[in-house]
């Protein structure tokens, strides 16, 4: 098997490990999130993403979405609810690079992001609008001032698949915006195309 990481076709045997282990340890999982803050939406999202995350290969690599994450840096003393949206586009040019740091899952190095990598990360970035859905449960915010607030996870677990030249796009979407900002991301795994192929 070659040494880039990417899983390919095969059966995992976790032999007894944690969900996840083996095709972790296998080293194609990564995750990225948003650097400086941002204000939910009041409305599901159309053309604009908070993060969109391109899969900048021309074949062989799907991105396998395992999580949707957010967290609440800054919140005002009123109760509110939000929620992850996110959606796959449909085959598109390369989004307005916003340089952003993507960790392994696994103890691999980190890259920045960047027109040739792998994956190219983009903040604020003008979409057409592919099935937005909320992911997890909403979180709830309470009366009190303090931040940084309340942060969660949504588990995808494969329901969302990027293929090349594709993206995976996310938002917040809220009650409230006033002096709500937050930061939003993802984690994923380089799976082999033949694992997974496209369907028209």
Request: glycine share 10%.
């Amino acid at each position: 098997m070659p040494n880039d990481g990417m899983v390919r076709p095969g059966l995992l045997v976790s032999q007894d490990n944690l969900p996840f282990g083996e095709i972790t340890r296998l080293g194609g999982g990564w995750t990225a999130q948003t650097a400086t803050l941002l204000a939910p939406l009041t409305a599901v999202p159309t053309t604009v993403a908070a993060l969109e995350l391109w899969n900048n290969t021309t074949s062989g690599m799907n991105m396998v979405i395992s999580d949707v994450f957010a967290d609440m840096i800054l919140g005002t003393a009123a109760a509110q609810a939000f929620a992850i949206y996110a959606c796959v586009l449909v085959s598109k040019a390369v989004p307005t690079l916003t340089a952003l740091t993507v960790n392994s899952l696994s103890g691999r190095a980190a890259y920045t992001s960047a027109a040739g990598s792998r994956v190219v990360t983009g903040v604020g970035t003008t979409v057409i609008a592919a099935g937005w859905r909320p992911w997890g449960n909403p979180m709830a915010w309470g009366t009190a001032a303090a931040t940084p607030g309340p942060s969660w996870n949504a588990a995808v677990d494969g329901k969302l698949i990027v293929p090349p030249g594709s993206s995976l796009a996310l938002h917040i979407v809220g009650s409230l915006t006033t002096a709500s900002s937050f930061q939003v991301g993802a984690s994923w795994y380089e799976v082999s195309n033949t694992t997974y192929p496209a369907v028209a």
